[in-house]
């Protein structure tokens, strides 16, 4: 990345269709990538094999953002605000490991922003945060077909019970931060 002010933040809180779906609406985003981290399988995973949850792959967003338009942090609580990260390798009726709540960090003052906003959103869940906060390991971008799933598929099913809830939530919460 050639400019500073633009960084790379990369997470994971269930579905990577859903968190995409949320990202692709905030202020300062210029672009959200769906991909899997975090394996130990060598090479590329596939959607597939992902699935399986044999891999140790989670379903994580990339998201290229401006640090002078929003912040790190304000996207982290977004994160932490628009999913579940108390519930373990789940998020609704997704269950397995690539569904977990992760934070990879790009880098040292990301790792701490993340533990500060963590302990930060911490009062407001009943239960325990079990969002893992790790170093990225390499990220490898989904399939062609995953990347803006909600965009081009608002009818299915999936998306219509389990994704446009999700946005009403972050437009309610997070109004200020959303694009036009």
């Known amino acids: 990345m050639q400019n500073k002010n633009i960084q790379l933040a990369t997470i994971?809180?269930?579905?990577?269709?859903?968190?995409?779906?949320?990202?692709?609406?905030?202020?300062?985003?210029?672009?959200?990538?769906?991909?899997?981290?975090?394996?130990h399988v060598p090479g590329h995973p596939t959607y597939?094999?992902?699935c399986s949850g044999l891999t140790g792959h989670a379903e994580v967003i990339q998201v290229t953002f401006n640090v002078d338009v929003i912040s790190y942090a304000d996207l982290l609580t977004i994160f932490m605000t628009t999913h579940d990260?108390?519930?373990?390798?789940?998020?609704?009726?997704?269950?397995?490991?690539?569904?977990?709540?992760?934070?990879y960090y790009h880098n040292e003052e990301q790792k701490q922003m993340a533990e500060i906003v963590l302990k930060e959103v911490k009062p407001y869940f009943e239960n325990p945060i079990v969002t893992e906060i790790t170093e990225l390991p390499q990220f490898f971008q989904a399939e062609k077909e995953h990347q803006n799933y909600y965009r081009e598929n608002q009818t299915q099913g999936y998306c219509s019970f389990v994704i446009t809830p999700k946005l009403a939530k972050l437009r309610s919460m997070h109004a200020d931060k959303l694009k036009g």
């Open 12 to 39: 994971g809180g269930g579905c990577f269709w859903c968190t995409e779906a949320v990202f692709q609406e905030v202020k300062g985003v210029e672009k959200v990538v769906s991909g899997y981290a975090g394996g």
């Open 48 to 50: 597939r094999e992902i």
């Open 85 to 103: 990260p108390t519930t373990l390798n789940r998020q609704g009726a997704d269950k397995g490991t690539q569904y977990r709540s992760v934070i």
